[in-house]
C-alpha cells in the first residue's frame, strides 16, 4: 500500500512538473515574425550551386542566385542578370549586357568582372559543375573564351553553334549558372558560402533541421510579373524557413496544426488525409518530368525488337497512370512531355494494349519464359508503385518479370552503370525537349546509362541540339519520337504533376511545369 | 577498481579493432558508389573518376582502411563526403540530442519498470499483476513509430499541448527545447518499459521465493521494508543489466524516433548517411556507437556492487 502510495504521489508531481515546464516554455515563446516555412523531404547537400546537388538543394539555391539567364514558365530562356543578349551571325559569339542596378549579397554591385569570374569557375574541373561535360568533347560545344570589355558587357565565345547555350545556362540542375561573388570562395578555392544576386540571402543553415533564407533588402527586381525562375522575383516575407522533415505524415500533420505552411512535391498518395480540408489549397500542375521503363537493349533476353516491342504492348499506360498518380498525371509514350509545347499530334499517340500480339512477338523473339529482372526502387514512391503494376500486366502476356528492389544508391549506381534488364527510373522536369531525349539517347561505350544507341538516332539528337528553328526543332522530335515508339529502347510511361498543399493563408503560391519550390511573390496574410 | 576499470579498457581495444575493420568493409560491400550518389543521374564516367580520386576512392582498400584507422586513432574521423563536415563534431553534435532523449526516456522506463515489476509480483496472480503484465505485453507489441504517430496526432495535432516538428537546442531555449523533446521521450519511455517491467517481475518473482524474503518476513518486518529493502535491491541487479544494454544500444540511435518528431539525432544522421553512401560519417558513427557501447555496460558493471555486493567480493 505505502509503496502504491509512494507511486502516486510521484505520478501527481510528474504531471505537475510537465505542466509547469509547459507553461513556462509557453511564456517564452516569442510572436511570429513575418516567416514562411515550407517543407523539404531531405536536407540539402551544400550550398554550392550546381556542384554538390540534388533537387532540393537546386530549389533552394535558386533563391539565392541567379544567372545571367532563367527559364521561363513555357520552358523558354528570358532575361536575368543580362538585360539582354545578341548573338553573333554564326551563331557562336554571344554578347550579355548586364543590368546596372544589380547588387550582390555583400553589397557590391555586379560587374562584367564576377561575371568572367563565376562562368571561368564553372568550367574548372576541380569546381565539378553538374554542367562541365556539356561543354566537353560530347557537349553541345567547346567555350573558347570569356571576356569583358566592358564593366557591363560580358562576352562568351564558343568554338561552334549550340542553340543550346541559354537553355543550358538556365538549367536548375547546372544551378542556373549562378553567378556568384568572389568572396564566396575562400583563397584555396574551397567553398564557403553563396553570395548571390537572388532575391534571398542564406541565413542559417542548420544540418537535418533547416535552411534558413532571409530578405535581400537591396534586390533588384525585373519588372512585370514573376515568370518561371526570371521575371518580377519579389521576396514578400521576410524570413523563409525550409524545414527538413523526412516524414510525410509528421509534416502533413504540421501543416495542418499550422506549423508548416507549404508541402511542395507530394507523392499523390501523401494526399490522404488532408484532401478536403477547406483551410488548405491544393495545387496540381502539370510538369516536364517523365517516369519509364528503361530496357538494357545489349541484354541477350531483349536484345530483340520484338521482345522489347511485347513488354511496351502489355503496359496500359492510361490505367497504370490512373492509378499511380490518383488522376494527377498524364500518360505519355513519347520522351517529350504533355506540358511541353512541342507535344503534338506525333507526341501524343499512345500505345493500345495488344495482349494476344505480345504474345505472338515474345514467341518470334525468342522468350522462353525466364524471369527477366524489373529494378526499382523505394525512394520515390510511385517507382515502386509502377514495377508492382507492369509485374501483373506483363504477367497477362506469359512475360515472367521479378521486381528487384534497391536502395537509392544503388539503383542509381547499376543506372549509371547500365547493370540491369529492366529498371524503372523517373527523370526530373527538363525544361527543352532536346535534354528530354537526352537521358536517353547516347554512346553505351562512354556513357552505360544511356538506353538508344543508333547512328540514326544520334544524328538526329544532334541535330535538335544545332537547330533553333521551332518548327525545324519539331520536325526533328517528331521523327525521333516515331523512331523511340518503333526501337522501345525504353517505356515513357507517364508525366506527374507538381502536387502542393499549402494553408489558406499563404498567398502568391503558385506552381509552375519545373518541380522546384519557388517562394518569392509569396507571402502570408 | 582502477586496476579492474584499466583493465576492462584494454579488454574493449580488440573489440573496437574488430568493429573498425568490419564497419569500413561492411559499408564497401554494399552496393551504390559515393561518387554516383553525389553526381546524380546525369554523372559521366570522368566526373565519377575524379570525384572518387577526390575522396581518395580510388587506393586500395587496405590503404584507405589504414589511413583511415590512423587517423581515427589520433581522434581525426575525416570529413563527410556529402557535407564536408567534420565527422567527430557532427557525431557529437547529433549524439547530445540522442543521449537527452535516451538518457531521460531510459530513467523513466526503469523507475516505471522497477516499480511496476516489484508490485506486480508481490501481487502476483491478482488483477494487478495481469493489469502490469497485459500493459507491458501491449506496449512490446506495438511498434515506435505508431506510438510516436498516434502520441503526435493526439498531443501535438488534436490537442496542441506540444510541438512535434523542429527542434530547439538548449542553449537557445531550455523552455522550448523541453517541449520539443516531450513527446520523443515519452514514446521511448513507453516503449522500453514494457521489457524492463517483464524482467523485474520475473526476477521478483524469484526473488521473493528466496528463503531469507521468507525469514525477514518471519523477523515481522513491514512488507514494505522487505519489498525495499531485501527483494529491490536483489531483483533490480538482472533489470540493470538489461538497461544497460538498452541504453547502450539505444545512444547508438533511435532512427525511426528521429524521424517521425524531426529529430536531428544520432539515428537519423546515420541512416541519412548510409543512403548517401557517406562512408566517413557511417564508420565514424559506428565505432562511436561501439565505443559508447562498451562504455555503458563498463559504467553497468561498476554499479552492480551496489545492488549485488557479492560482485565485488568474487
Given at each position: ?84 543578349w ?33 562562368l ?27 571576356s569583358?570589355p566592358d564593366?557591363h ?5 564558343l ?18 549558372t ?9 583563397a ?17 543553415w ?16 525585373l ?9 518580377g ?6 524570413e ?8 510525410s ?5 504540421a501543416?495542418?496544426r499550422?506549423?508548416l ?41 531483349l ?24 488522376g ?41 519464359g ?10 520515390d ?64 561505350r ?11 538516332s ?27 515508339l ?10 506527374s ?29 | ?31 551504390g ?21 577526390d ?51 531510459v530513467?523513466?522506463?526503469?523507475l516505471?519498470?522497477?516499480?511496476a ?13 495481469l ?39 538548449f542553449?537557445?531555449?531550455?523552455g ?23 524482467m ?25 521494508a ?41 539515428g ?47
Open positions: 500500500m505505502a509503496v502504491a502510495h509512494t507511486l502516486k504521489t510521484l505520478a501527481v508531481c510528474g504531471v505537475l512538473l510537465l505542466g509547469c515546464a509547459i507553461a513556462w516554455a509557453r511564456a517564452g515563446e516569442v510572436p511570429r515574425a513575418p516567416l514562411l516555412r515550407a517543407r523539404l523531404n531531405s536536407d540539402i547537400v551544400s550550398t554550392n550551386p550546381g556542384t554538390r546537388r540534388d533537387e532540393n538543394t537546386d530549389g533552394v539555391l535558386l533563391h539565392i542566385v541567379e544567372g545571367l539567364v532563367a527559364s521561363r514558365e513555357d520552358g523558354s530562356v528570358g532575361p536575368m542578370l543580362a538585360s539582354r545578341s548573338i553573333s551571325a554564326d551563331g557562336r559569339v554571344y554578347t550579355f549586357a548586364l543590368r546596372p542596378e544589380v547588387m550582390f549579397h555583400n553589397g557590391a554591385p555586379l560587374t562584367s568582372a564576377e561575371v568572367v569570374w563565376s571561368k569557375r564553372y568550367l574548372k574541373p576541380e569546381t565539378r559543375w553538374r554542367c562541365l561535360e556539356v561543354f566537353g568533347p560530347t557537349g553541345i560545344a567547346r567555350v573558347e573564351s570569356i569583358a564593366p558587357t560580358v562576352v562568351v565565345t568554338d561552334r553553334a549550340a542553340p543550346m547555350f541559354l537553355t543550358t545556362l538556365a538549367r536548375a540542375d547546372c544551378g542556373g549562378g553567378i556568384t561573388h568572389p568572396a564566396s570562395v575562400a584555396d578555392g574551397s567553398w564557403i558560402t553563396p553570395i548571390g544576386t537572388g532575391p534571398f540571402q542564406l541565413g542559417e542548420r544540418h537535418n533541421q533547416f535552411v534558413q533564407l532571409k530578405r535581400f533588402p537591396l534586390y533588384a527586381a519588372p512585370g510579373p514573376r515568370d518561371g525562375n526570371t521575371g522575383k519579389h521576396a514578400l516575407v521576410d523563409l524557413r525550409f524545414l527538413i522533415i523526412p516524414d505524415s509528421a509534416a502533413r500533420a501543416l495542418v499550422g506549423s505552411d507549404i508541402i511542395d512535391n507530394l507523392a499523390p498518395s501523401e494526399l490522404m488525409g488532408i484532401r478536403g480540408r477547406t483551410d488548405l489549397q491544393f495545387q496540381s500542375v502539370p510538369i516536364l518530368d517523365c517516369y519509364t521503363v528503361l530496357i538494357q537493349t545489349q541484354d541477350p533476353a536484345q530483340d525488337v520484338r521482345v522489347r516491342t511485347a513488354i511496351a504492348l502489355t503496359i496500359d499506360a492510361v490505367g497504370l497512370t490512373k492509378a499511380i498518380t490518383r494527377n498525371g498524364s500518360a505519355n509514350n513519347s520522351p517529350i512531355p504533355v506540358a511541353s509545347p512541342f507535344h503534338h499530334s506525333v507526341e501524343a499517340q499512345l500505345r493500345q494494349v495488344n495482349v494476344a500480339k505480345a504474345r505472338e512477338l515474345l514467341k518470334a523473339g525468342g522468350y522462353d525466364h524471369a527477366i529482372k524489373l529494378v526499382t526502387s523505394r525512394r514512391p510511385q517507382m515502386f508503385d509502377a514495377a508492382v503494376v507492369i509485374q501483373a500486366m506483363a504477367a497477362e502476356a506469359g512475360l515472367q518479370l521479378q521486381i528487384d528492389t534497391v536502395d537509392w544508391p544503388a539503383h542509381l549506381s547499376r543506372y549509371i552503370a547500365g547493370t540491369y534488364q529492366l529498371m524503372v527510373q523517373s527523370f526530373s522536369a527538363r525544361l527543352d525537349p532536346a535534354l528530354s531525349f537526352g537521358v536517353f539517347i547516347g554512346d553505351k562512354e556513357e552505360p546509362r544511356k538506353v538508344w544507341d543508333t547512328p540514326r544520334r544524328e538526329l539528337f544532334d541535330q535538335t541540339l544545332q537547330t533553333a528553328d521551332p518548327a525545324s526543332r519539331q520536325a526533328v522530335f517528331d521523327t525521333l519520337t516515331r523512331d523511340f518503333e526501337e522501345v529502347p525504353a517505356v515513357v510511361l507517364y508525366n504533376s507538381h502536387l502542393s498543399v499549402v494553408r489558406s493563408a499563404v498567398i502568391g503560391h503558385q506552381n509552375w511545369v519545373s518541380a522546384q519550390p519557388r517562394l518569392w511573390g509569396v507571402s502570408l496574410r | 577498481m582502477l586496476g579492474y576499470i584499466c583493465k576492462r579498457l584494454l579488454l574493449t581495444l580488440p573489440t573496437l579493432l574488430l568493429v573498425a575493420v568490419a564497419v569500413f568493409l561492411i559499408i564497401r560491400l554494399i552496393p558508389d559515393p561518387a554516383v550518389v553525389l553526381l546524380g543521374e546525369g554523372a559521366d564516367a570522368a566526373s565519377i573518376a575524379g570525384v572518387r580520386a575522396l581518395g576512392l580510388d587506393r586500395p582498400l587496405p590503404v584507405q582502411f589504414f589511413s583511415w584507422f590512423g587517423h581515427a586513432l589520433r581522434g581525426d574521423l575525416g570529413r563527410s563526403i556529402v557535407s564536408g563536415e567534420p565527422v567527430g563534431a557532427s557525431i557529437l553534435q547529433h549524439f547530445g540530442i540522442t543521449a537527452a532523449v535516451v538518457l531521460v526516456a530513467t523513466f522506463a526503469t516505471i519498470a522497477a516499480a515489476g516489484l508490485i506486480a509480483a508481490w501481487r502476483r496472480n491478482t488483477a494487478i499483476d493489469a502490469v503484465v497485459g500493459a507491458a505485453t501491449v506496449v512490446l507489441a506495438v511498434p515506435s513509430f505508431w506510438l510516436g504517430l498516434v502520441l503526435l496526432l493526439l498531443f501535438g495535432l488534436k490537442l496542441g499541448w506540444l510541438p512535434f516538428v523542429g527542434y530547439v537546442p542553449s537557445e531555449s531550455a522550448q527545447a523541453v517541449l520539443f523533446l516531450v513527446l520523443p521521450v515519452v514514446t521511448l519511455t513507453i516503449t522500453e518499459s514494457g521489457v524492463l517491467t517483464r523485474m517481475r520475473a526476477s521478483s518473482i524469484d526473488v521473493l521465493q528466496l528463503d531469507y524474503v521468507t525469514h525477514a518476513r518471519a523477523k515481522g518486518l513491514s512488507e514494505r522487505v519489498l525495499v529493502r531485501h527483494v529491490f535491491p536483489n531483483a533490480f541487479a538482472p533489470t540493470l543489466t538489461l538497461v544497460g544494454l538498452t541504453l547502450g544500444h539505444l545512444l547508438g540511435g533511435i532512427a525511426v524516433i528521429e524521424t517521425v518528431f524531426t529529430l536531428p539525432g544520432l537519423r544522421l546515420m541512416v541519412d548517411s548510409v543512403l548517401a553512401r557517406d562512408y566517413p560519417v557511417v564508420q565514424g558513427c559506428l565505432l562511436f556507437t561501439a565505443v559508447v557501447y562498451v562504455v555503458v555496460n563498463l559504467l553497468v558493471d561498476l554499479c552492480y556492487p551496489i545492488f549485488d555486493p557479492r560482485v565485488t567480493a568474487r
